[in-house]
């Protein structure tokens, strides 16, 4: 049930970010460098779709063969870039997705919890957390991100608009690899 909906959101993502295939980026973060400048709160952070929003979402998408692209490096995707002050995506999202997150003067969280959104585990540190890109920076690169440009992959990798970033276990996230939505 857990992968099922870690699907149904991936894909609704997909669907509304009209990712498949496309460039340029209209759904970039707009904290990311090449925008503007305001800061991303936590509070104005979006909440993930609801199951009727991805429903709908995933009617309008359109899909498309993955391209088996030679040349994938995560590299390629400059991630946790600053969101405001020291803080970074990482930590933005770390605040975001814990319980009682507390930062230190560098941004770092400091103490909190965070519940694994894939194996339901609950961590008490913020080492212990990984943040996933629900949609894989290679599956994006098999999807058309081949072909974005250096700042277009930085604003995906690093985007707070969409709910593509989510705080969950290192080892969920290093079970699930770089296996897309559609992965079982």
Not at 50 to 74: C, H, I, K, N, Q
Not at 122 to 148: F, M, N
Not at 153 to 164: G, K, T, V, Y
Request: charged share 25%; hydrophobic share 40%; aromatic share 6%.
């Amino acid at each position: 049930m857990m992968i099922r909906r870690w699907a149904a959101a991936a894909a609704a993502i997909l669907a509304t970010v009209g990712f498949i295939g496309s460039a340029p980026l209209s759904w970039a973060a707009p904290n990311t460098p090449s925008s503007a400048t305001v800061p991303v709160s936590v509070s104005e952070l979006p909440e993930p779709p609801t199951a009727e929003e991805a429903r709908a979402e995933l009617d309008e998408l359109t899909v498309a063969p993955e391209d088996d692209v030679p040349g994938y490096s995560r590299a390629k995707f400059p991630h946790w870039a600053t969101q405001y002050g020291t803080c970074d995506t990482r930590e933005v999202v770390l605040a975001r997705d814990g319980e009682g997150v507390t930062q230190d003067g560098q941004c770092r969280a400091s103490a909190g919890s965070w519940r694994s959104a894939y194996d339901g585990v609950v961590l008490d540190a913020a080492s212990k957390i990984d943040i996933d890109h629900v949609v894989p920076l290679k599956e994006a690169w098999r999807s058309g991100a081949s072909q974005w440009t250096t700042a277009d992959r930085r604003a995906f990798a690093n985007d707070l608009a969409h709910s593509q970033l989510i705080a969950v276990s290192a080892r969920s996230n290093r079970t699930k690899s770089d296996r897309g939505p559609g992965a079982e």
